[in-house]
Every structure is written in structure tokens, then in C-alpha cells.
């Protein structure tokens, strides 16, 4: 058995009490429903993906740093903006794991583009 929505047509499991797609009751007494019946799954982080986006951005973000240690007359430090890219990206998230991740490396971005900055111009 199944329980089809009058609101929109759609077939919902019979042990659901609102619509999952609009959250009209399908039972006779309840009130209107707009909260998420059924609880919405959370994507899974890649913990792989995330650790390689941390190497990713320090790589990026220091790297001008290092450059600049070696060679004091260099204008890597310019490149380390290129770090900012995935920590921009990921504070944009709906995921508030990731978001939190977004954050941590948009801090470590900005060390290591200020120390690229510091001995590129010291
Ligand atoms: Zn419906």
C-alpha cells in the first residue's frame, strides 16, 4: 500500500504521515506539515578529497613563503593568492563540516600568503 499526495500526485511509503515532496497530511486530522518528513541525508565528506584540498591550499598559500626564504628576489608571493581559491570555495558549502574545514584553511591561507608577502618585501 501506498499513499498517494492530493496536493501533487506524488507516491509517498504508506507508514509516511505527510507528503514527502510537499508535506500535505495523507491522513485525515493532522495538521499541515512544512518540516522535512523524512530526514534529509547528509553527503558524506571525502575525507580523502578534504585532506588533499588542505594540502592543496597550504601548498598554494606558502609556497610563496619558501619561495621567497630561497630567493629573495621573487614575486611568488603574488601566487599565493591561488590559495584562497578552495577555502573561498568551501565556505560556500552547505555542509557545516565543510564550511568549519573552509574556515580553518582560509586561516591558514592568509598566514601563508602574509609570510609570502613579508619576505618578498624584506
Ligand atoms: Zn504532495
Known amino acids: 500500500m501506498?499513499?498517494?499526495c492530493e496536493n501533487c500526485g506524488f507516491?509517498?511509503?504508506?507508514d509516511y504521515d505527510f507528503c514527502a515532496k510537499c508535506g500535505t497530511p495523507l491522513v485525515e486530522g493532522l495538521k499541515p506539515n512544512n518540516v522535512y518528513v523524512y530526514r534529509a541525508q547528509q553527503p558524506q565528506i571525502?575525507?580523502?578529497?578534504?585532506?588533499?584540498?588542505?594540502?592543496?591550499?597550504?601548498?598554494l598559500s606558502w609556497s610563496g613563503f619558501v619561495a621567497g626564504i630561497i630567493s629573495k628576489h621573487t614575486n611568488f608571493a603574488i601566487f599565493t593568492f591561488f590559495g584562497f581559491f578552495m577555502p573561498f570555495y568551501l565556505v560556500q558549502s552547505k555542509h557545516p563540516t565543510l564550511r568549519k574545514?573552509?574556515?580553518?584553511?582560509?586561516?591558514?591561507?592568509?598566514?601563508?600568503?602574509?609570510?609570502?608577502?613579508?619576505?618578498?618585501?624584506h
Open 2 to 4: 501506498t499513499r498517494t
Open 101 to 121: 574545514h573552509g574556515l580553518i584553511m582560509m586561516m591558514i591561507s592568509l598566514v601563508g600568503v602574509a609570510l609570502s608577502f613579508y619576505v618578498m618585501f
Open 11 to 14: 507516491v509517498n511509503q504508506d
Open 46 to 59: 571525502n575525507k580523502k578529497a578534504l585532506i588533499g584540498a588542505y594540502i592543496v591550499t597550504i601548498f
